[in-house]
């Protein structure tokens, strides 16, 4: 079996956020391992531990659906093996990157994320005010069969000012500088199920 993410994935990842700061990759994982990892989000929604996302951070912190409509559940290892694997795989996505871009990203934290129809998150950049840590975010999509007109794409305001529109198809991969990269969720027509997650430095502030 081949590995995936391949080492040219890698390598191709790390030179694209250093030529352009952001990356698309179609196949990151398996289709089984994408596969396990969408059954294992719908599966933790119908129990209903998959809660509305806050926005914010501290004091600061809440739930506004005005501003972003998913429900969230933040992963931990030991979970399942699925999450294990893909945990694994940022891993080595990680260890790819500070080697090649010397970000010197210290650890990965990640939650499903799951939009009902209709649900969106407003333009925002993935840094908390009080909080300069994330510095790489990683959003891998879980939806077999997307179609285009569904919506949902993961509009992203390239540095360069063009718009780049992402359907969020199982299997893909987008990968940005947390910093340089402002985006947003459009409201899709059906279910939207991803996995969302954020390389981080350590922290230069003490807050
Ligand atoms: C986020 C986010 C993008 C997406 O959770 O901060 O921007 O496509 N998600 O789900
Ligand atoms: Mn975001």
Redesign the pocket.
């Known amino acids: 079996m081949s590995e995936y993410p391949s080492p040219e994935q890698l390598s191709s990842i790390v030179d694209d956020l250093a030529e352009q700061g952001w990356s698309l990759q179609p196949d990151f994982l398996t289709q089984a391992l994408t596969l396990e990892l969408a059954e294992e989000c719908r599966k933790r929604a119908a129990q209903g531990t998959l809660l509305p996302a806050s926005i914010g951070r501290g004091q600061r912190q809440a739930v506004q659906e005005g501003i972003r409509g998913d429900r969230i559940q933040w992963l931990e290892p030991g979970q399942s093996h699925a999450c294990d694997q893909y945990l694994a795989k940022l891993e080595s996505l990680r260890q790819a990157i500070n080697q090649g871009l010397y970000l010197g990203l210290e650890d990965y934290e990640s939650h499903f994320a799951l939009y009902p129809p209709g649900a969106f998150?407003k333009k925002?950049v993935?840094r908390f005010r009080d909080d300069d840590r994330r510095a790489v975010?990683v959003v891998l999509y879980l939806n077999q069969q997307w179609q285009a007109e569904q919506g949902g794409e993961l509009r992203l305001h390239l540095p360069d000012g063009q718009v780049c529109d992402v359907q969020p198809q199982a299997g893909v991969l987008v990968i940005f500088l947390s910093a340089g990269m402002p985006?947003e969720v459009l409201p899709a027509q059906r279910e939207r199920l991803s996995l969302t997650g954020w390389f981080r430095r350590r922290g230069s502030s003490s807050l």
Request: net charge negative.
């Open positions: 998150y925002h993935d975010s985006h």
